[in-house]
Structure formats: structure tokens, C-alpha cells
């Protein structure tokens, strides 16, 4: 199960870029691409509390995920990118300045082309060259103004799957592609 999740998290391998050796000495390159739209500057400093979009939480991955864990942990790697930056999530009781939403969706269940459509961005990352042991995948974080239901500011980022990382290593590098994705944000 928790392979599973893992593959759906599959974006943490995006987080890294770089080259690293293999035992083969042959050279493997994970690539990352991504692409933001819209306007921060409706954020300043008065806009510190932020919650959950009611309707925009999408995993788009085979039936083996655990469609729930993955929505937990992601927005758990958002929250703590979010905190970091000095905002808070709303109590019960109060109104956030900012709704976050987010969907993520690997190439087997979403083509660019649904994701342009839906998203109304898109990265074009390129699979040519691309092992098979390696699917291509997508993260989307979108903020919205609590009666705006375009978004005011959206990232999206693809890169490719790892699954034969250790599940540790993956959720660690999944939150740092979320921190890098989040990283135009205002501190506050």
C-alpha cells in the first residue's frame, strides 16, 4: 500500500534535479519542469491564515493508490511549506485569506493535453529518452481568494517517478519539490 502512495507522490522525484552515478557509471538526469500564472500580489501582510479549496484536491493515479493517504500528504508537505513561511491554517471559526487547492495526476491516467485543458498550464515535459521504469508525473498548487473562484496564482510542476526509492527518501523529496514550488509566495 504504502508503494502505492509513494508512486502517486511520484512528484517527490521531481524535486531533486540533478545527476547522480549509477553503479555503471552511466550518468541518469532527472528532469523537472515547471510553470507558474497569475499574481501574488494580492498577498501582503495581512494575509497570514490560509485552508483547503472545499473542491480542489484531485489524485488522478491507478486503482491501486490509497487516493486518501495521498491527499493527507500532500497536504501535510503543503502545510509545512506554508507554516515555514510564517502563515497559519484557519481554526473552525475563521475565515482564511487564501484557499489552497491542488491535484496531482500521473501520465497513465492524465495526457498533457487533459491537463492544459483542466489546469490551463502545462509544463511539456519531454519523456523522450525516458527509461520505462520511469512515469511521468504532475503536481498542480493553485491559491484562490476565499470568493474568487479563478485562482489568483497557480504552479505546475512534472518530472518522473522513482519507485525503486526507499518511501523515506521519496516523501522527503516530495516536500522539497513542494517548498521549491511554493517558494514565490510572500513571507509573511
Known amino acids: 500500500m504504502i508503494k502505492h502512495y509513494i508512486a502517486a507522490i511520484l512528484l517527490g522525484l521531481m524535486a531533486l534535479t540533478g545527476c547522480s552515478s549509477q553503479p555503471t557509471e552511466e550518468l ?3 528532469r523537472t519542469t515547471m510553470v507558474t500564472s ?12 490560509f485552508d483547503w479549496h472545499p ?3 484531485a489524485v488522478h493515479a491507478n ?7 495521498v491527499v493527507a500528504h500532500m497536504k501535510s508537505a503543503i502545510s509545512k511549506a506554508m507554516l515555514a513561511k510564517g502563515y497559519r491554517q484557519a481554526t473552525a471559526h475563521e475565515t482564511p485569506n487564501i484557499l489552497v487547492g491542488f491535484g496531482l ?9 487533459e491537463i492544459l485543458e483542466r489546469a490551463g498550464l502545462v509544463p ?4 523522450q529518452g525516458v527509461d520505462d521504469k520511469y512515469e511521468k ?3 498542480l498548487v493553485a491559491l484562490f481568494t476565499p ?3 479563478q485562482p489568483i496564482w497557480r504552479v505546475l510542476a512534472q518530472g518522473f517517478t522513482e519507485l525503486d526509492k526507499k518511501p523515506a527518501d521519496r516523501e522527503q523529496r516530495f516536500e522539497q519539490l513542494l517548498s521549491t514550488m511554493l517558494k514565490p509566495i510572500p513571507t509573511v
Open 105 to 113: 495526476a500521473l501520465e497513465s491516467e492524465m495526457s498533457d493535453k
Open 55 to 57: 473542491t480542489m484536491f
Open 147 to 149: 470568493h474568487n473562484p
Open 137 to 139: 508525473g504532475s503536481v
Open 38 to 49: 497569475g499574481d501574488l500580489s494580492v498577498i501582503n501582510s495581512s494575509t497570514k491564515v
Open 28 to 30: 541518469q538526469v532527472i
Open 63 to 69: 486503482d491501486e493508490v490509497n487516493k486518501q493517504v
Open 124 to 127: 511539456g515535459l519531454s519523456t
